[in-house]
C-alpha cells in the first residue's frame, strides 16, 4: 500500500509539473497567435531571457549546488548516455541515406535527438519528481551538450558546406576548362579551315597562271605560224609577178 500510495503521488507530480510547463508554453504561442505583443517586445524579451534571466539561473544553481552531495558516476552516465544516441542516430543518417550532403544531415539529426529541453522541462519535471538536488543535475549537464555535443554537429555542418562549395568550385573549375578546351579547337578548326581555303586559292591562282601561259603560248605560236604562212605567199606572189614581166619581154 505504501509503494502503490507513493507511486500516485509521484504520477501527480509529475503530471502536475508537465501540465502547468506545458500550459505557460500553450499560452506563449497563444499569445503570439493574438498578436498581444508587438515585434519589438517580443525582440526585448528574447534578449532579455537569453542574456539575463537564463545565464542568472544557471549561475544561481551552481552557486547554491551542494558539490560534495553531486554523485559523478550518475553525471558521467548522462553524459555517456547523450553520447550513445548522437553517435547511434548520426550514423543511421549518415550510412542510411545516399545524399552528397549526409555529413551535414547527420549532424542535424544527431543535434534533433539529443537537443532535449533540460531547463524548461526538465527542471520542473525532476524537481517534482526527485527534489531540487537532482535537478542540479541538469544544470551540469546543460553545458555538456551545448559545448561539445552541439559542437560537433555544428563542426559536421560546416564540413559540409565547405564539401558543397569546394564541389561547386570543381564543377566551376571544369566547366571553365571544358570551355577552354572547346574553344581551342574551335580554332584550330577554323585555322585548319582558312589554311586548306588559302592552299585551294593559291592553287586556283597557280592553275589559272598557268593557264593563262598556256594560252599565251598557244597566241605566239599562232602568230608565229601566221607570219611565216604570210611571208610564203608574199614570196610566191612576188615570183609569180616576176616570171609574168619576163614573159612580156620575151614576147
Known sequence: GGAGDMGDDILIRLVSSAGQTSFIIFLGFLCKYLKMFHDSDLTGLNKFLANVALPAEFFFSL????????????????????????????????????????????????????????????????????????????????????????????????????????????????????????????????SDSDKEKAESESTHATSAVVELGEGAKDIDESAETNGIMGSDTAAGGAALKAGGSSDGREE
Not at 549532424?107 to 519535471?125: Q, R, Y
Open 63 to 190: 552557486a547554491t549546488l551542494n558539490w560534495g552531495a553531486v554523485s559523478f558516476p550518475l553525471l558521467i552516465s548522462l553524459c555517456v548516455g547523450k553520447t550513445i544516441v548522437y553517435v547511434l542516430t548520426g550514423a543511421v543518417a549518415y550510412y542510411g541515406s545516399s545524399d552528397p550532403q549526409r555529413t551535414g544531415i547527420s549532424g542535424l539529426f544527431a543535434i534533433f535527438t539529443t537537443k532535449s529541453n533540460d531547463i524548461a522541462m526538465g527542471v520542473p519535471i525532476v524537481t517534482a519528481i526527485w527534489g531540487r538536488e537532482y535537478a542540479s543535475y541538469l544544470y551540469l549537464f546543460s553545458p555538456y551538450q551545448l559545448l561539445v555535443i552541439n559542437l560537433i554537429g555544428f563542426v559536421q555542418m560546416e564540413a559540409n558546406l565547405e564539401n558543397v562549395a569546394f564541389q561547386r568550385r570543381l564543377e566551376l573549375c571544369r566547366a571553365k576548362s571544358l570551355d577552354r578546351m572547346r574553344n581551342r579547337a574551335r580554332g584550330k578548326n577554323e
